[in-house]
């Protein structure tokens, strides 16, 4: 069989399989065989993921505005400008995922969105403040009693003043809170106090998702409006753990 040439295919092709080949941990010629492989075999994985962020685009752009269909898309700086004056508010939740929200913060900002963050306990146990601080250029809000941000009802103001609120990684814990209806920290709080579109990255253990707790959890949510993207699947940060459960 002939070797696979990498740097024979179009930049947005080049762009997807890096970014595919960097979440799956393979080189982007391991990555091309295994969507051949898959397309031989009649999966269509890596066409629904094209879809799955189109449709988280569209969704962060809002009514009226026309967001760049991903598969056409030369390469990464073309998306700059995307969301240019949209208010992103990111809830990240306590998971080794955690960490993939900096690079989202990023990403965000690199197409011209504002982001504002509320990190939970135990997402401040995988990152710190002071890095999502730092890439969001704005306050990161941790407390629903905080003397300073509370004089105003903070919580609810959050929760406002925001164009979309996006949830990653969004927990089961985070899952069952808002499905069913407690707000006893400021990101649960935040979350059932919204008028505006909430967006879940789910991101936990295969069995954990599995469960049919979490299962219910994500019907009723899916029923009540809320929009989910992934998860994806691959090997877990435990070891010896594979399947569905990696943030998308």
């Not at 990498?6 to 960097?22: C, E, S």
């Not at 397309?39 to 505005?65: F, H, M, Y």
């Not at 208010?87 to 939740?93: A, D, N, Q």
Request: proline share 4%; glycine share 8%.
């Amino acid at each position: 069989m002939a070797s696979i040439t990498i740097r024979n295919l179009d930049d947005g092709v080049k762009d997807l399989l890096r970014q595919l080949a960097a979440e799956n941990g393979c080189s982007m010629e391991e990555q091309a065989r295994a969507m051949i492989r898959a397309a031989v075999e009649g999966r269509a994985g890596q066409a629904d993921r094209i879809d799955q962020i189109e449709k988280t685009l569209r969704a962060l752009t809002g009514p009226g505005q026309q967001a760049p269909p991903v598969a056409d898309m030369p390469g990464r700086p073309s998306v700059r400008g995307t969301l240019s004056g949209k208010r992103v508010l990111l809830v990240i939740g306590g998971g080794i995922a955690a960490y993939k929200s900096l690079d989202l913060i990023r990403r965000l900002r690199e197409r011209g969105a504002s982001v504002r963050v509320v990190m939970t306990s135990a997402a401040q146990e995988f990152v710190t403040t002071l890095s999502v601080g730092a890439l969001s250029a704005d306050h990161v809000f941790t407390e629903l009693f905080d003397r300073n941000d509370e004089h105003d009802v903070g919580h609810i103001r959050l929760s406002r003043e925001a164009d979309l609120l996006v949830v990653a990684p969004a927990t089961a814990d985070l899952m069952a809170k808002l499905a069913n209806g407690h707000a006893n920290d400021l990101a649960s709080t935040v979350l059932l106090a919204t008028d505006k579109k909430v967006l879940m990255a789910p991101a936990m253990n295969p069995k954990m998702w599995s469960h049919p707790a979490t299962r219910r959890n994500r019907a009723t949510l899916q029923k009540d409006g809320i929009a989910f993207v992934g998860p994806a699947k691959g090997e877990m940060a435990e070891s010896n753990e594979a399947g569905e459960g990696r943030m998308a």
